[in-house]
Every structure is written in C-alpha cells, then in structure tokens.
C-alpha cells in the first residue's frame, strides 16, 4: 500500500517510527566513534605505559563513551528495546564505560597557584 493511501494516522505513525529508526541509527554510530577514540587511544598508548599526565585525557574518551552509550540504551529503551546485553556484545563495550554509563562529568577544578 502507497504512503499516500494510508489514513492521516497511520501516516503519522509511520513517521514517527521512521524517525526513531534514525535515531537510533545516529545513536550508534556516536556510540561507535566514542568507542574507536578510546581503543585508538588505548592502542597508542599502551595501557601499563600510560603516562599519568595521558590519564586525564582517557578519562575524557571513556566518560564521552559511556554518555554515548547512555544516550543509545535510552534510545533504544523508549522504542521498546530493553535488553542492553546486546548492545554490550555488539558494539564490545568495555566494563569501564558500561560503569559510568549515565554519569555527569563534574566540570574540572581550577586552582589558583
């Protein structure tokens, strides 16, 4: 059946999950950019020769990645999608960023020398 014999509502309706696929959609792609920055992060930086003055920096790319993934799994959850085990397999998630999954970064304190 053509768009444009469908009723009003239906029209709508169609609409509306069209975007939320797209949504989706976008959502995990940041989730997959989020999540190649922190493995090429982790790749050039070897993780026990990580030099303390790099750890700020991939404390920055692993709460970037678990706010996108955040934002994926709410997604997902308001079209009806509650299981996340699949994302976790899926996208490889690692446990840090499934961790700070939802939290707000604190803004960074400057202290006056």
Request: net charge positive.
């Amino acid at each position: 059946m053509s768009r444009d014999l469908l009723p009003p509502v239906d029209v709508l309706h169609y609409e509306i999950v069209q975007e939320q696929a797209s949504a989706l959609g976008r959502m995990g792609r940041t989730l997959e950019r989020a999540l190649a920055r922190l493995r090429e992060f982790d790749a050039t930086h070897a993780l026990e020769e990580t030099p303390a003055s790099a750890q700020p920096a991939r404390s920055k790319l692993v709460m970037e990645a678990g706010h996108a993934l955040w934002m994926f799994v709410v997604q997902r959850e308001a079209t009806g999608l509650r299981d996340s085990r699949h994302i976790m397999r899926t996208y490889n998630v690692p446990g840090e960023v499934q961790r700070c999954m939802g939290l707000v970064p604190t803004p960074s304190k400057r202290t006056s020398t």
